[in-house]
């Protein structure tokens, strides 16, 4: 069986995403919008604007398109997926309904305090509950965490250390900070404990965990400055050791499936649980509808066969979860190269100069770049990924950092801690 693949992104996850499917024996021909340069690399450009839903329908149709994989959270909270299953097209990616795991903070925490889920103590507010969310502010233990319901781009989150700054980051919120995404807050209690990110593949059902990770996001060395897009990863992160994932199936990935599938909206694609995990007790923090980025490109490595199979048979209901094998000895690390100045204001433009790479356990994701005059040049503020793997995790860190030190373009950023957590646990 041959399967004609759309991917839909233009990041960094969305490039590793085609490098598996594009080796995948079931790929036949791979196309992507909006792609990217290292995208088109490896997919043929489809010549869709990606939120028309009639275009990308009338493109899958005119190409026979057997599976679409959608990368970001905006076209599923958009109902991408809906519309495609809707004319007999499989999507990897959830529907609409399943995606508000990701697209309303409130909708997620209530699943899972419904289906008691392990997460934070919450509650929500709207706009016109302003009084009460101030008089709960004050009845809760600081820091506190607050949190716009929509999709705020990864930005709608305050840690609150003082309760001025509390009831100051709601009356924004409420005022239209992250605009709509605003509308609805939560506001929870902070919990203690190290993050690892977990993907889990799933036709709504059954379902295969992908080796765990660990993202780095804040902008400096040592977990300090800024809140990023993600500065880099690593995995398997031996935080979410099998004791604690033996927990997270139990107590989250099985409930949280079952809520979905019994309310009648089975969850297909991959389901991203964002955990906090202290003394081998895992918390939710967050779901996402989809592959995290950076972390896609570190756990793909450390999975070989047929990935393009493991989608298809997700999307259309029977997973197989034997066309893909998890490689159990082996460790990935990506650093990202940004411009300086990220994620404040930088530059665009830089030409880059790649290295030629010779081996097979080090590569080069493309994220935030483009072509012009021919040549290729930065065009956002994480510019690259630079991803090794290696036997141990210090054999990939070393490798890695060894490239990132070859990509030449000026300005170029990046943390020097990338994957040292790795070698605390
Ligand atoms: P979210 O968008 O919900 O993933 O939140 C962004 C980041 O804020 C997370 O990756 C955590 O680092 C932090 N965070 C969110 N909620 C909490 C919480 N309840 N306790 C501690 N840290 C949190
Ligand atoms: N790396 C965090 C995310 O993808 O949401």
Same mark, same amino acid.
């Given at each position: 069986m041959k399967l004609n693949i759309l991917l839909i992104g233009s990041g960094g996850r969305e490039h590793s995403l085609a490098i598996s499917l594009a080796k995948?024996?079931?790929?036949g021909k791979l196309y992507a919008a909006p792609g990217n340069p290292g995208i088109f690399e490896k997919a043929e450009k +489809? @010549?869709? !604007? /990606? &939120? &028309?839903h009639q275009h990308v329908v009338n493109f899958c149709k005119d190409k026979e398109i057997s599976l679409v994989v959608i990368g970001p959270e905006q076209p599923l909270a958009e109902g991408l997926s809906d519309v495609l299953t809707g004319v007999g097209i499989a999507v990897f990616g959830p529907s609409k309904y399943a995606a508000g795991l990701e697209s309303s903070k409130d909708f997620s925490k209530r699943l899972m305090q419904t289906h008691s889920i392990p997460t934070a103590f919450y509650k929500s507010f709207v706009a016109s509950e302003m009084f009460e969310a101030h008089k709960f502010i004050d009845t809760m233990p600081l820091p506190l965490v607050l949190k716009a319901d929509?999709?705020? +781009? $990864?930005? $709608? !989150?305050v840690i609150a250390q003082s309760y001025d700054d509390a009831h100051n980051a709601i009356d924004s919120m409420f005022a239209g900070e992250f605009g709509a995404a605003g509308n609805c807050v939560i506001i929870e209690e902070f919990m203690q404990g190290e993050e690892a990110s977990v993907f889990v593949v799933t036709d709504g059902t059954d379902y295969l965990i992908l080796p765990p990770s660990q993202d780095h996001?804040?902008? $400096? &060395? $040592? @977990? /300090?400055g800024k809140n990023t897009g993600g500065m880099g990863a690593y995995a398997? +992160? !031996?935080? +979410?050791n099998s004791e604690v994932l033996e927990k997270v199936k139990v107590r989250i990935i099985e409930p949280i499936l079952k809520a979905l599938r019994d309310s009648g909206n089975p969850y297909r694609g991959c389901l991203y649980v964002g955990l906090m995990i202290n003394n081998s007790e895992p918390k939710v923090v967050e779901f996402n509808a989809r592959f995290g980025d950076p972390e896609t490109q570190v756990v793909l490595p450390l999975i070989k066969g047929d990935l393009a199979k493991l989608f298809y048979t997700a999307a259309i209901g029977i997973?197989?979860? @034997?066309s893909v094998e998890i490689i159990g000895n082996k460790s990935a690390v990506c650093i990202v190269l940004a411009s300086d100045g990220y994620p404040d204001s930088y530059n665009k433009g830089y030409e880059i100069a790649l290295p030629k790479i010779e081996d097979d356990y080090s590569f080069i994701i493309h994220a935030g770049t483009a072509i012009k005059d021919g040549k290729l040049v930065s065009s956002g503020g994480r510019v690259l990924g630079v991803v090794a793997t290696g036997d141990s995790l210090n054999q990939a860190v070393k490798t890695a950092y060894i490239l990132a030190d070859e990509i030449k373009f000026d300005n170029k950023y990046y943390r020097n801690?990338?994957?040292?957590k790795g070698f605390k646990s």
């Open positions: 995948s024996k079931s790929c +489809a @010549d869709i !604007v /990606t &939120n &028309n929509g999709l705020a +781009a $990864g930005k $709608g !989150v996001k804040r902008i $400096g &060395n $040592g @977990d /300090t398997p +992160a !031996v935080i +979410a997973i197989e979860k @034997d801690d990338i994957a040292q």
